[in-house]
C-alpha cells in the first residue's frame, strides 16, 4: 500500500501572480484578473523606504470588497531583516490565506513563524509558503517539507526563486534551464513526499510568449502545480498549461467510472480497455476532476 501522505490542498493554484504591494492601482486590478491566487509583495518589490507605505496599501486592500475566487498571499521580508516583524504583525491583522517567507534555508525558519502564529493564535486556516531561492534552500528542501508533518505546522507549499539561485551559484539564465533541472526535480521530490504543493519559478520577459510556453510546458511536466507570475499577460497561458485539457478530464472520468462499477468493488488492480489501472490512480483521477470542476466553476455563467 502506498504511503505517499495526500495533497493537503487540491486548490488551484496554476497562476499566481506576485503584485507590488507598493502599488495600490495593481492591487486594485487583481479583482478583475483570472489568475488562481496572488502575492500581495512586501519584500523584493518594494525598496526600504516604501515599507510602511506599501503596508498601509494592504490595510486598505483587506478593508475594501473581498478578493473572490482566489487565495491570498503576503509575502513578508525576512525576520531578521529589520522589516519582517512588522511584516508578520500586519499578517496576523489580515489573516490573509497564507503568509510566504523569503530565502527559507533549513525548517526552523519555517517553524519559527508557525510558533509565532500559534502565540498569536492566529487562524489556523492561515497557512505558510516557503520560498526556495538559495543553496541551502535546496539542500534542506526535503526537510523543509517534512516540517510540514510536524505538529502545529502550517506549510502548504514551496515555491522555487531561481532569480536569487542563480545569482548565488552563478547558473546563466539560459533557455531549457539544463543545469537547473536537478535542482527543480529536487524540490518536486521533497513535497511529494509529504503531500505538498510547488510552484514553478517566474520567467523574467512577459514579452517573450514563447519562452514563456515553453517553460509552463517544461514547469508541468515536471509535477509543479503552477507557476509564479509577473505580469497579468501571462495568466491565460498559465492556466491553460496547469490545468487540465478536456483529454485528461475525460480519461480521469472514465477511470472514476470504472471503480464505481459493483464488478470492481473491493479490486485494487483493474483491466479497463487493455490497460492496468491501480487504486492510487482513481485518486488521482478524483483529485484532477475535482480541479476540473473548480475551473468550471470560475468561469462566468
Same mark, same amino acid.
Given at each position: 500500500?502506498?504511503r505517499?501522505?495526500?495533497?493537503?490542498s487540491?486548490?488551484?493554484?496554476r497562476?499566481?501572480?506576485?503584485?507590488p504591494a507598493?502599488?495600490?492601482?495593481?492591487?486594485?486590478?487583481?479583482?478583475?484578473?483570472?489568475?488562481?491566487?496572488?502575492?500581495l509583495d512586501l519584500?523584493?518589490s518594494?525598496?526600504?523606504?516604501?515599507?510602511?507605505?506599501?503596508?498601509d496599501?494592504l490595510k486598505?486592500?483587506f478593508a475594501g470588497p473581498?478578493?473572490e475566487?482566489k487565495?491570498?498571499i503576503?509575502?513578508?521580508?525576512s525576520l531578521?531583516s529589520g522589516?519582517g516583524?512588522a511584516d508578520?504583525?500586519?499578517v496576523?491583522?489580515?489573516?490573509?490565506?497564507?503568509?510566504?517567507?523569503p530565502?527559507v534555508?533549513e525548517?526552523q525558519d519555517?517553524?519559527a513563524?508557525?510558533?509565532?502564529?500559534a502565540?498569536?493564535?492566529?487562524?489556523e486556516e492561515?497557512?505558510i509558503?516557503?520560498?526556495?531561492?538559495?543553496p541551502?534552500?535546496v539542500?534542506?528542501a526535503?526537510?523543509?517539507a517534512e516540517?510540514?508533518?510536524?505538529p502545529?505546522?502550517?506549510? !502548504?507549499?514551496l515555491?522555487?526563486?531561481l532569480?536569487d539561485?542563480?545569482k548565488?551559484?552563478?547558473?546563466?539564465?539560459?533557455?531549457g534551464r539544463?543545469y537547473?533541472?536537478?535542482?527543480l526535480m529536487?524540490?518536486?521530490?521533497?513535497?511529494?513526499?509529504y503531500?505538498? !504543493?510547488?510552484?514553478?519559478?517566474?520567467f523574467?520577459?512577459?514579452? !517573450?510568449?514563447d519562452?514563456?510556453n515553453?517553460e509552463?510546458?517544461q514547469?508541468?511536466?515536471m509535477g509543479f502545480?503552477g507557476?509564479?507570475l509577473?505580469?497579468?499577460?501571462?495568466?491565460?497561458a498559465?492556466?491553460t498549461?496547469f490545468?487540465?485539457?478536456?483529454?485528461?478530464?475525460a480519461?480521469?472520468?472514465?477511470?472514476?467510472a470504472?471503480?464505481?462499477?459493483?464488478a470492481t468493488e473491493g479490486?485494487?488492480?483493474i483491466?479497463?480497455?487493455?490497460?492496468m489501472i491501480?487504486?492510487?490512480?482513481?485518486?488521482q483521477?478524483e483529485?484532477?476532476?475535482?480541479?476540473a470542476h473548480?475551473?468550471?466553476?470560475?468561469?462566468?455563467?
Amino acid at each position: 500500500m502506498s504511503r505517499t501522505p495526500p495533497l493537503r490542498s487540491l486548490r488551484l493554484r496554476r497562476s499566481v501572480l506576485s503584485v507590488p504591494a507598493i502599488n495600490a492601482r495593481a492591487l486594485e486590478k487583481t479583482h478583475s484578473l483570472d489568475c488562481d491566487a496572488v502575492i500581495l509583495d512586501l519584500e523584493d518589490s518594494v525598496a526600504p523606504e516604501k515599507k510602511v507605505e506599501a503596508r498601509d496599501n494592504l490595510k486598505a486592500f483587506f478593508a475594501g470588497p473581498p478578493l473572490e475566487g482566489k487565495e491570498r498571499i503576503i509575502r513578508i521580508n525576512s525576520l531578521s531583516s529589520g522589516f519582517g516583524l512588522a511584516d508578520l504583525e500586519l499578517v496576523k491583522a489580515l489573516s490573509p490565506d497564507a503568509v510566504l517567507l523569503p530565502k527559507v534555508d533549513e525548517p526552523q525558519d519555517v517553524m519559527a513563524v508557525s510558533d509565532l502564529l500559534a502565540e498569536a493564535y492566529a487562524l489556523e486556516e492561515l497557512r505558510i509558503w516557503a520560498m526556495i531561492e538559495t543553496p541551502r534552500g535546496v539542500l534542506n528542501a526535503a526537510a523543509i517539507a517534512e516540517s510540514g508533518r510536524t505538529p502545529g505546522s502550517r506549510l !502548504d507549499c514551496l515555491v522555487v526563486g531561481l532569480n536569487d539561485l542563480r545569482k548565488e551559484t552563478g547558473v546563466l539564465p539560459q533557455p531549457g534551464r539544463t543545469y537547473l533541472v536537478p535542482w527543480l526535480m529536487q524540490v518536486i521530490l521533497a513535497v511529494k513526499a509529504y503531500g505538498l !504543493d510547488a510552484l514553478d519559478s517566474v520567467f523574467n520577459d512577459f514579452r !517573450d510568449g514563447d519562452g514563456f510556453n515553453a517553460e509552463c510546458g517544461q514547469g508541468r511536466a515536471m509535477g509543479f502545480a503552477g507557476k509564479m507570475l509577473i505580469h497579468p499577460a501571462q495568466i491565460a497561458a498559465a492556466n491553460t498549461h496547469f490545468g487540465p485539457d478536456a483529454e485528461e478530464i475525460a480519461e480521469a472520468e472514465a477511470i472514476i467510472a470504472a471503480f464505481a462499477d459493483p464488478a470492481t468493488e473491493g479490486l485494487n488492480v483493474i483491466n479497463a480497455n487493455g490497460r492496468m489501472i491501480e487504486r492510487l490512480h482513481l485518486v488521482q483521477a478524483e483529485a484532477l476532476v475535482h480541479k476540473a470542476h473548480l475551473i468550471s466553476a470560475r468561469k462566468p455563467a
